[in-house]
């Protein structure tokens, strides 16, 4: 694959569509296109920040977690098309604060931290664009600290499954459906729950029609949108 295309595919990346062809090139000089295979680490808790990774296409996703010595995980982030990751380890310096892990078929682009850091020098365009993104992802971030301190299990989960919902999804005869894969043990390891209790909670919703879960394809419906959201505002004051 020429330079050229890769500059072309690293253009319709939210981060960098905002700057000119003159840096995109020097961008995809240095990087490279990878489709790891399913299941492949990209890099681990503790390596070095050697790289920033674009997800260029493909049907899958990039799941970026960290494990505890339970053997537990808390997944904190999917990333797909159009997204980027790893790039606090590179503004840092520090090393790796999660896995990374590929899930399904995605093809990737690996820009080393010296071009990324070097493009960022030199190119206002990039530096507002990644302070736009790390303040979306703090907002989102805290967001979360707060529901884990202040929301029960349920809300926290309805309101997962909302961002997802909105973030990605696909609408099908069956109700709008998560793009993604999501075990229950997937969705337990989003809020740092048991599996057991995420069950119980997807068990209440298909009783009450709010969803549907397809166990063996591990695809998650929401067939009353309106009724997942009421749960995801949590419970009135005095009720």
């Given at each position: 694959?020429?330079d050229t295309r ?9 981060l ?15 990087a490279r296109?990878i489709a790891?295979?399913d299941?492949?680490?990209?890099f ?6 050697d790289?920033v990774?674009?997800?260029?296409e493909?049907r ?7 494990p ?8 904190v982030?999917v990333?797909r ?7 606090i ?27 990324f ?5 030199s190119?206002?365009a ?24 202040f929301?029960p299990?349920e809300?926290?989960l309805a309101r997962q499954?909302m ?7 696909v609408k099908?005869?069956?109700?709008i459906?998560?793009?993604?894969r ?7 390891d989003l809020l740092?729950?048991?599996?057991r209790?995420?069950?119980s ?11 549907s879960?397809?166990?063996e394809?591990a695809?998650l419906f929401v ?10 505002a949590?419970?009135?004051d005095?009720?």
């Open positions: 694959m020429s890769l500059a072309e595919e690293l253009g319709r990346i939210g960098f569509q905002a700057l000119p062809a003159t840096a995109l090139a020097r961008l995809a000089e240095g296109r790891p295979a299941g492949a680490p990209l681990g808790q503790g390596d070095p920040p790289a990774y674009g997800v260029l493909g899958g996703r990039v799941r970026v977690g960290a505890d010595n339970a053997a537990k995980r808390l997944m982030e990333f098309a159009g997204d980027i990751f790893g790039e380890g590179v503004l840092d310096g520090a090393p790796r604060s999660a896995d990374a892990v590929v899930i399904g078929e995605v093809k990737l682009a690996r820009i080393p931290a010296t071009a850091l070097e493009t960022a020098e190119e206002p990039l530096g507002l664009a990644l302070a736009r993104l790390l303040s979306s992802r703090l907002r989102r971030t805290f967001g979360l600290l707060q529901d884990a301190t929301a299990l809300v926290r499954v961002y997802l919902l909105k973030a990605d999804s099908t005869d069956k109700g459906r998560l793009a993604a999501f075990r229950q043990g997937d969705l337990a740092g729950a048991t599996t209790s995420i069950i909670i997807l068990n209440a919703w298909r009783a009450s029609n709010l969803v879960y397809d166990t394809k695809f067939l009353d949108e309106a009724g997942l959201a009421a749960v995801a949590g419970p009135r005095g009720t």
